[in-house]
T-cell receptor, first 110, second 114 residues
């Protein structure tokens, strides 16, 4: 199972674009990359998932380079309510043993 | 739809006591799992199930039992509670464990063992 490395914390201001990069040097061919968001006292919430290149939904974009050894979650124009912990994880196509790292604590300031 | 429902939300146990954390989902999801989250840390997988009657161990299964008699329910049993099991427990479910299906998490059970 590929281990992920993310920054422990990040600060931003309202209206800015935030990019959180995750390293997963040992990612396997069958692994895909998923990002979750967690607010205090709540369970994580699925944000976005990808295998390669770029994926975009109504919440975020996910950029994955050709070697897939890293990925970047991009949050456009963050607001105070985006203050949360963001987890990057990798899992195989079976996805049975999904491993969460410590996550990145994003603090958005006014 | 209620999604993933966990009960109780809070529980205090004495060392050595046993209890069952309940998890139910109404989305007809095949895959369900249990995680624990300790302060300031990520989630660690305890047990998971890919369908009724099928369970397997995750990263930290010791001290916990599970069973899956129905698609909807996936209870987690603490056999003899220890202070090291003080944590927040999350149940998650997914239509499939595979590609392009994210997990839906419950709101958690905060367990304290004294």
């Amino acid at each position: 199972l590929a281990k992920t490395t993310q920054p422990i914390s990040m600060d931003s201001y309202e209206g800015q674009e935030v990019n959180i990069t995750c390293s997963h040097n040992n990612i396997a061919t069958n692994d895909y990359i998923t990002w979750y968001q967690q607010f205090p006292s709540q369970g994580p919430r699925f944000i976005i998932q990808g295998y390669k290149t770029k994926v975009t939904n109504e919440v975020a974009s996910l950029f994955i380079p050709a070697d897939r050894k890293s990925s970047t979650l991009s949050l456009p124009r963050v607001s105070l309510s985006d203050t949360a912990v963001y987890y990057c994880l990798v899992a195989n196509t079976g996805g049975f043993k999904t491993i969460f790292g410590a996550g990145t604590r994003l603090f958005v300031k006014a | 739809n209620a999604g993933v429902t966990q009960t109780p939300k809070f529980q205090v146990l004495k060392t050595g006591q046993s209890m069952t954390l309940q998890c139910a989902q109404d989305m007809n999801h095949e895959y369900m799992s249990w995680y624990r989250q300790d302060p300031g840390m990520g989630l660690r997988l305890i047990h998971y199930s890919v369908g009724a009657g099928i369970t397997d161990q995750g990263e930290v299964p010791n001290g916990y039992n599970v069973s899956r008699s129905t698609t909807e329910d996936f209870p987690l049993r603490l056999l003899s509670a220890a202070p090291s099991q003080t944590s927040v427990y999350f149940c998650a479910s997914s239509y499939s464990a595979g590609w392009n299906y994210g997990y839906t998490f419950g709101s958690g059970t905060r367990l304290t063992v004294v």
